[in-house]
């Protein structure tokens, strides 16, 4: 149990660091969000051949050990799919889908009223039943496919992490409410969208993504290639279709493999030589 204890300590300092190193959104919630997964098949693994000596001890791991990555994924992958829907919209569309999500939380808590109930009140007589794999109790508003794995799993360990992440989620669109005004006039936000189309080929489009991705120019290298995509579609309001397939494409050419990247060195060298005359 001590192992599990010490993996806990460590996952709390690496999440501070990487909450004090990173300052992108998007960024930082990618890298959490590896980090709990890394931790949760961690203890995962470990548990298939562990014994609890106590109902006590198997409670406190799948109510405090467990529940805290699993928590913290859950709150991160909300962040993040919250922040790359609404990255290039406007402060009022921002807002809009805040008082959205807000109220599907609101509506959440309403559905487990009485387990939340428990949990705030930090009540525990009924620990035996919703942390212990013994009393595996079918909740109604899970899919039964959530227990394909009942040796990691209780009755209530999941509905407890997703309750105290949308805790944590709840307050970070609360905050962030009162950021956007700022945050968009700053990026220059309030100007009419979509003012950029992309004109080159489709081809040349996926050179470009290919080679930002290749160059870790974009967020250190921690941005794959499918983001890169969706979002220079979005600012180009260009469908690129199967960015894979076209990249495969690309790679079979006969003669250069790269003609659109060179053809911009070219013109910006030219560009650059007129002013030299």
Known sequence: MENFERQLTDFKLRLKEIDTTQTDRLLRSKIAIGHCNTLLNNFKEQVSSYIFATPREEIRFFKHIKAYPMSCLIYFAKIRDFEMRFTYTTAEEKKKAIDKELKRIHKFFREHFDFVQYIDQEREHLDHLYFTREHHLLLVSEPITSFVDPNFNTSHDRLYARIRAKQCFRTYLQNRYGTIDATDHLLGNDRPRHTLRWTASKAALTELIYALYASKAINLGQTDIKEIAE???????????????????????????????????????????????
């Open 231 to 277: 979002t220079l579609q979005d600012v180009f309001q260009y469908d690129l279709g199967n960015v894979y397939q076209t990249f495969s494409e690309i790679k079979e050419r006969q003669k250069s493999k790269t003609k659109f990247l060179d053809e911009l060195s070219m013109g910006l060298y030219a560009y650059m030589e007129r002013f030299n005359d």
